[in-house]
């Protein structure tokens, strides 16, 4: 099974200051986990399904790429940043978990990486707030919004409400 993702990482590395030699066999995992934990829930699943659908089959259009291009992909770019840098700080070998240093750089300290992590959460944060703003302001262009049901992921009337997930931002109500 092959899974949509909504960015990639030349989008990443364009857009980031992610060094362009960071192999691209480090994005597919993150992307594939912070676009359903953390995008997922803003959509719902039925838009969510919808938008994957549409870009797999090359047909996003109209309101549905001005979603995707003005606020989808920018909230999560941020937290991509986020989610990535934690896996790129430490990795996971034969020797167990390590911190990786070459010759010609300076290993980043845990107080460096949490610096990193915090501005990268702010970016997204704002950009997901300007996400379900948008939604929810917009919600009749978006029926798919509204239409989830049984076992989908719905987002609460205007977005998620007051959810606190497992990293403690808390989302505020619109």
Known sequence: MTEQLFIDPAFVKRYTNLNQAVLDDYFSPVTLVTQDVRIHPLLGTDLYEKLKADVSGSSLAGDYLTLMNDYVVKALLWWFMYDLS??????????GLVIRTSDQTTPSTREDLNARKKQYKSRASYYEDRLVTYLCNNSNL???YTTNSDGDISPTQGG???????????RPSY
Do not use: A, C, H, R
């Open 86 to 95: 934690e896996d790129m700080f430490t990795k996971l070998d034969n020797g």
């Open 142 to 144: 978006f029926p798919e």
């Open 160 to 170: 998620i409400g007051n959810i606190v997930i497992s990293d403690g931002y808390q």
